[in-house]
């Protein structure tokens, strides 16, 4: 039986709100906004493909993952300078404490800027001041996690880490994210084994639209610590005991699934699955300007659409700081944060 006093319907969206969070899958090149992809393209003198701001929205109707990633790498081409990558993720930031966020691992895709001819200390030092001011600024705790790109080489995620590594204070670890299927996640095996070596705490991207094999090798070959989505893991009954006995946590994005097509309809989205079988899930919101919403827009959303109530909310904001790379101390502090939120508002 659940020990959270029950909270009546009407009042269920005002706690989801209030409840603090942590967001521990969120791409910042996914929070780009159409505004700010103009604002930036004119800043820069850079030429987009679409006449207004409307019609590019209206390009964001996506049938899979690839139709998706085809617009997000071509919206994230005005990305120029320093200010330009600080601005973008302040704006994150912003949305991210109004949501009552407090803990933030944020994704970044270098390699889509250094192609491009940007500079990984343009990028790096740009993300990362937003980040260091968002604690002062707003009350967020952020951290940068590197994502290396799986349709590219492991020679080019060397690369890239090694270009990386001059600034490694200013990431705390690296993940594996783009086009899933046709690129499991064993390819990165030797990049991610030096990365372990390094220090570098570790995530992948797993069965979004890959199969459970790529989450068994996430975990078996790359040593990762959390698998992102990780949604295809409830058609694997093994798995399953697997994620519940080590307590791997999944970064699920209910919104991100419906858009791309992974559960077209919410309401047969497999989030309550892990969450019955107490295993560490937690809602996240990916890539927020092109999902139709933020954090909070994630959580009400799915609490409609699968019948969630205040015992899931607890369990869904607890889920979120355990899995965090905060130390443990921190995360008890949080913990407790949750705790007398849910008293007080009763
Ligand atoms: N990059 C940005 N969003 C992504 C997602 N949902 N899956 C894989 N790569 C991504
Ligand atoms: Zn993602």
Redesign the pocket.
């Known amino acids: 039986m659940s020990l959270i006093k029950p909270v009546p319907p009407e009042r269920l969206p005002e706690l989801l709100r209030r409840i603090p969070k942590a967001e521990l899958h969120i791409?910042i090149?996914?929070s780009l906004e159409p505004e700010m992809i103009f604002k930036l393209a004119q800043r820069n003198g850079v030429t987009i493909p679409y006449a207004s701001v409307e019609d590019l929205r209206k390009a964001y109707a996506f049938t899979n993952?690839q139709s998706?990633?085809d617009i997000?790498y071509a919206g994230a081409s005005v990305l120029l300078k320093e200010q330009d990558f600080y601005d973008m993720a302040w704006a994150y930031l912003e949305k991210a404490a109004l949501d009552n966020v407090i803990r933030a691992e944020i994704?970044f895709?270098p390699q889509t800027h250094t192609a491009r001819g940007v500079s990984m200390e343009t990028v790096v030092k740009g993300l990362s001041r937003a980040c260091k001011e968002a604690k002062a600024g707003l009350g967020v705790d952020a951290e940068l996690i590197l994502?290396f790109l799986?349709h590219l080489s492991e020679q080019e995620a060397f690369e890239t880490l090694e270009a990386a590594l001059p600034f490694r204070d200013h990431f705390i670890g690296v993940g594996l994210?783009?086009?899933?299927v046709g690129h499991p996640p064993e390819k990165f095996a030797k990049v991610f084994a030096k990365c372990k070596e390094l220090g570098f705490r570790l995530v992948a991207?797993a069965g979004?639209?890959g199969p459970p094999e790529y989450i068994w090798s996430a975990l078996d070959v790359l040593k990762v610590e959390r698998i992102?989505?990780g949604v295809q893991s409830t058609r694997d009954a093994a798995l399953m005991q697997r994620l519940a006995k080590d307590r791997i946590p999944l970064t699920v994005?209910p919104l991100?699934n419906q858009k791309?097509k992974v559960f077209p309809d919410l309401k047969d989205h497999s989030l309550r699955k892990p969450l019955d079988a107490g295993l560490c899930a937690m809602i996240n919101s990916?890539?927020p300007a092109?999902f139709g919403g933020y954090m909070n827009d994630n959580w009400q959303a799915t609490f409609t659409a699968l019948g969630l109530d205040a015992s899931h909310a607890v369990q869904l904001a607890k889920n979120s700081f355990e899995a965090s790379f905060c130390d443990a101390a921190m995360k008890r502090k949080y913990a407790d944060r949750v705790s007398s939120v849910v008293e007080s508002f009763h």
Do not use: I, N
């Open positions: 791409h090149e996914g993952l998706f990633l997000y994704f895709d994502c799986r994210d783009s086009s899933e991207h979004e639209e992102d989505h994005c991100s791309l990916d890539d092109y």
